[in-house]
């Protein structure tokens, strides 16, 4: 009679481990469910902010340019007036910062998306002048390209690639590597 208690206790505990195990097993699922539903809420939230900041972006540089400002952007850095260059690079440096903070989070953007965005910083020969300076020159500002990792710089070479790409389309000039 005492096995019989005994192997009935162990089987009560065994059943009671094989229900606690399927109600954790349960609650994982349900806790996963709900971490990628945050998931995409975050990533809507991240776009829909990204798209607004832009927004605000262009809509400020717009305000700031006149008939001598896109004369002088087509003319080169050197046409800029102290304040046009501010703007200008304010401008740049919030473009190439999103755009590497975009390609560094992996977030499923076309190439066209990155492209098109090099085109827009590139279209004027200032544009074209200021990617060239920072991206070769020997002090590779800290200051639009902080967002790099330096130990880390690889993860950025194919954003680089596009941008190179665009350059050499526009201008005709290969850059130097």
Do not use: C, P
């Not at 050499?168 to 130097?176: P, S």
């Amino acid at each position: 009679m005492s096995i019989d208690i005994v192997l009935i206790a162990q089987l009560i505990t065994g059943i009671a481990t094989l229900i606690v195990a399927s109600i954790l097993t349960w609650q994982m699922f349900l806790q996963k469910e709900s971490l990628n539903l945050a998931h995409k809420d975050a990533d809507k939230t991240i776009t829909l902010d990204v798209a607004k900041s832009w927004n605000n972006d262009d809509q400020w540089f717009v305000d700031k340019l006149d008939e001598e400002f896109i004369k002088n952007l087509s003319l080169g850095l050197s046409s800029l007036t102290d304040s046009q260059e501010i703007i200008f690079f304010t401008f740049y440096q919030t473009r190439i910062r999103i755009l590497g903070a975009q390609w560094r989070l992996n977030r499923k953007i076309s190439e066209d998306y990155y492209r098109n965005n090099f085109s827009l910083l590139l279209h004027t020969k200032a544009g074209q002048e200021l990617y060239e300076l920072l991206t070769r020159s020997s002090n590779y500002s800290n200051k639009v390209f902080s967002f790099v990792d330096r130990q880390n710089q690889k993860q950025y070479d194919g954003l680089f690639k596009i941008g190179d790409n665009i350059y050499e389309e526009m201008t005709g000039n290969k850059l130097n590597t």
